[in-house]
């Protein structure tokens, strides 16, 4: 299970490098137009290694002796999850957010400037509804010690990652961002209370 753990935290590590400033400049030294795509591709092997390697480590320990009813409340999370990640999808530039798009435009990510802020459709009830789709699945497919131990490093490596993202995207949008981050919750859909007018 440490191994696991420290698999994740190298993983977190290797990705927070690349998405830091200097990391986005030596991939568009390297990869030119191909900066995003190459920094997903990386993204994706090393996460696949990872679990791979964890599948490896903790895949053959017995699941959980779940009762009926848990387990359909699970799998229904996973439903839900998915059904997330495909409407919050839509409001998004899959194109720009894969990379293609910019290999496409023969320009690297940071020259074609900031894609539109997305605070429509799942957006208008979190700001990070593609998160809560993710840990929906995770969370739902906890049923052995390999997918539970999964669910927890994810969770940790998306909270950590939501407050690095906030920061970019106060740094992007200013005030605008500000304003939308008061007004919608995180990751759970809560109502927020009005704040009283001053007046």
Same mark, same amino acid.
């Given at each position: 299970? !440490?191994?696991?753990?420290?698999?994740?935290?190298?993983?977190?590590?290797?990705?927070?490098?690349?998405?830091?400033?200097?990391?986005?400049?030596?991939?568009?030294?390297? *990869?030119?137009?191909?900066?995003?795509?190459?920094?997903?591709?990386?993204?994706?092997?090393?996460?696949?290694?990872?679990?791979? +390697?964890?599948?490896?480590? +903790?895949?053959? /320990?017995?699941?959980?002796? /779940?009762?009926?009813?848990?387990?359909?409340?699970?799998? !229904?999370?996973?439903?839900?999850?998915?059904?997330?990640?495909?409407?919050?999808?839509?409001?998004?530039?899959?194109?720009?957010?894969?990379?293609?798009?910019?290999?496409? $435009?023969?320009?690297?990510?940071?020259?074609?400037?900031?894609?539109?802020?997305?605070?429509?459709?799942?957006?208008? $009830?979190?700001?990070?509804?593609?998160?809560?789709?993710?840990?929906?699945?995770?969370?739902?497919?906890?049923?052995?010690?390999?997918? +539970?131990?999964? *669910?927890?490093?994810?969770?940790?490596?998306?909270?950590?990652?939501?407050?690095?993202?906030?920061?970019?995207?106060?740094? +992007?949008?200013?005030?605008?961002?500000?304003?939308? $981050?008061?007004?919608?919750?995180?990751?759970?859909?809560?109502?927020? $209370?009005?704040?009283?007018?001053?007046?």
């Amino acid at each position: 299970m !440490l191994l696991y753990v420290l698999l994740w935290l190298g993983f977190g590590a290797g990705h927070s490098l690349l998405a830091a400033a200097r990391g986005r400049a030596w991939l568009e030294r390297a *990869a030119g137009a191909a900066d995003r795509l190459v920094y997903n591709l990386i993204a994706l092997a090393h996460l696949g290694l990872v679990l791979a +390697l964890g599948a490896w480590l +903790l895949g053959r /320990l017995p699941g959980f002796a /779940l009762p009926g009813a848990v387990r359909a409340i699970l799998a !229904l999370a996973v439903v839900a999850g998915l059904a997330i990640l495909v409407i919050a999808g839509r409001s998004y530039d899959l194109g720009r957010f894969s990379g293609l798009a910019q290999l496409r $435009r023969g320009a690297p990510d940071h020259a074609i400037g900031p894609e539109p802020l997305a605070t429509g459709g799942m957006n208008a $009830r979190v700001r990070h509804p593609l998160y809560l789709g993710l840990l929906l699945v995770l969370w739902g497919g906890a049923t052995t010690p390999f997918t +539970l131990a999964t *669910a927890l490093c994810g969770t940790v490596y998306v909270l950590i990652g939501i407050r690095f993202e906030e920061r970019k995207l106060l740094r +992007l949008y200013g005030e605008t961002y500000r304003a939308y $981050r008061d007004r919608v919750p995180m990751l759970l859909p809560w109502p927020r $209370r009005a704040t009283p007018d001053p007046r």
